[in-house]
């Protein structure tokens, strides 16, 4: 088959867009995950280009070795290759299922080895200082205390934050529904939450109709960019010398709840990872820090 280097998306075409709405619609990953898969596939369709490759069935197992092998060469990261090589197989797989294609030439594809290291966490003091930073009354205050309460009683992503519903909330039974999983709020969450909606939601929303649980002034879905800042604010306020980010929360999270005894089945249930082996680090935590607590405290240590 002749090369059409005219047509605009001329290998992946409709496949890239639909592959990317099932991540959306059925996967339920975030915007950004789903952008950095489209990327990655883009990126491996102006390589095949090169190879006057322009259809999904002329791709070979061989040729996505080559990009692999093209993106080591590259100054390009061990943590960025590894990731593309998931795009790949997320892809493949997709169109393998969807009977598009007749083999699964991604499997078995493999990547650079990516050593883990352990995420910095909070210590729970820390954690007390952060929370307990918003201690104002008003509408504002008694929003953001909520919102860091949800944050780390559920371990959920900022961008899952944010798109919260007023129905994503039972109050009867203390659970937060969040993209199919159903998480418990604790009886703090629960409180800044019971807090937050008699009177400081009604304040911010005002006469618009609106189901979003945590308005910004305007009674909108509040972006990433306005809780990271609100974040940043009382981070500085509780004197926190860390850098403090939304997934640090979420990881203190995990952290914390696998220290005080929780099984690791149910903290990756929770953090809604597909793969429990994602949530095996926060072990791997919570034994180191069982070691330091032994070591500065038993006397034949």
Same mark, same amino acid.
């Given at each position: /088959?002749?090369w059409? #280097?005219?047509? &605009?998306? =001329?290998?992946?075409?409709? *496949?890239?867009?639909?592959f990317?709405?099932?991540?959306?619609?059925?996967k339920k990953?975030?915007?950004?995950?789903?952008?950095?898969y489209?990327?990655?596939l @883009?990126?491996?369709?102006?390589?095949?280009s090169?190879?006057?490759?322009?259809?999904?069935?002329? $791709?070979?197992?061989h &040729?996505?070795?080559?990009?692999?092998?093209?993106?080591?060469a590259?100054?390009? !990261?061990?943590?960025?290759?590894?990731?593309n090589?998931a795009s790949?197989?997320? =892809?493949?797989?997709?169109? *393998?299922?969807c009977?598009e294609?007749?083999?699964?030439? @991604?499997?078995?594809?493999?990547?650079p080895? $990516?050593?883990?290291?352990?995420p910095?966490i909070?210590?729970e003091?820390?954690v007390?200082?952060?929370?307990?930073?918003?201690?104002?009354?008003?509408?504002?205050c008694?929003?953001? !205390?909520?919102?860091?309460? $949800?944050?780390?009683?559920?371990?959920?992503?900022? @961008?899952?934050l944010?798109?919260?519903?007023v129905?994503? $909330?039972?109050?009867?039974?203390d659970?937060?529904?969040?993209?199919g999983?159903?998480? #418990?709020?604790?009886?703090?969450?629960?409180?800044? /939450?019971i807090?937050?909606?008699?009177? +400081?939601?009604?304040?911010?929303?005002?006469?618009?109709?609106?189901?979003?649980? =945590?308005?910004?002034?305007? +009674?909108?879905?509040?972006?990433?960019?306005? =809780?990271?800042?609100?974040?940043?604010?009382?981070?500085?306020?509780?004197?926190?010398?860390?850098?403090v980010?939304?997934?640090?929360?979420?990881?203190?999270?995990?952290?914390?709840?696998?220290?005080? %005894?929780?099984?690791?089945?149910?903290v990756?249930?929770?953090?809604?990872?597909?793969d429990?082996s994602?949530?095996?680090? *926060?072990?791997? /935590?919570?034994?180191?820090?069982l070691?330091?607590?032994?070591? %500065?405290a038993?006397?034949? @240590?």
């Open positions: /088959m002749a059409k #280097p005219d047509w &605009n998306v =001329f290998l992946m075409g409709r *496949y890239l867009d639909l990317t709405r099932y991540l959306g619609e059925e990953m975030s915007e950004n995950t789903i952008q950095s489209r990327r990655d @883009s990126r491996l369709e102006s390589f095949c090169d190879l006057a490759i322009d259809d999904l069935t002329e $791709v070979t197992r &040729n996505l070795v080559s990009y692999i092998d093209y993106l080591e590259g100054d390009f !990261k061990t943590s960025t290759i590894s990731r090589v790949i197989h997320a =892809f493949y797989s997709y169109l *393998y299922t009977h294609v007749e083999e699964d030439v @991604s499997r078995g594809l493999a990547g080895k $990516v050593e883990r290291t352990n910095d909070l210590t003091n820390e007390i200082r952060l929370l307990d930073a918003p201690s104002g009354e008003d509408a504002k008694l929003r953001d !205390k909520a919102m860091l309460e $949800v944050m780390y009683a559920t371990g959920i992503k900022v @961008s899952e944010i798109k919260l519903k129905s994503d $909330v039972d109050l009867k039974t659970m937060l529904t969040v993209n999983r159903s998480i #418990p709020l604790g009886r703090h969450a629960r409180s800044a /939450m807090a937050y909606l008699e009177t +400081g939601r009604t304040a911010l929303i005002g006469d618009r109709v609106s189901d979003v649980l =945590f308005p910004n002034y305007q +009674g909108e879905e509040m972006s990433r960019q306005g =809780f990271w800042k609100i974040l940043k604010s009382y981070v500085k306020e509780a004197g926190i010398e860390k850098d980010t939304p997934c640090l929360l979420r990881h203190s999270f995990a952290a914390h709840l696998i220290e005080h %005894g929780a099984d690791i089945k149910s990756s249930i929770m953090l809604g990872h597909s429990i994602t949530t095996q680090v *926060y072990a791997k /935590m919570a034994q180191n820090s070691r330091k607590a032994y070591a %500065g038993h006397p034949r @240590s």
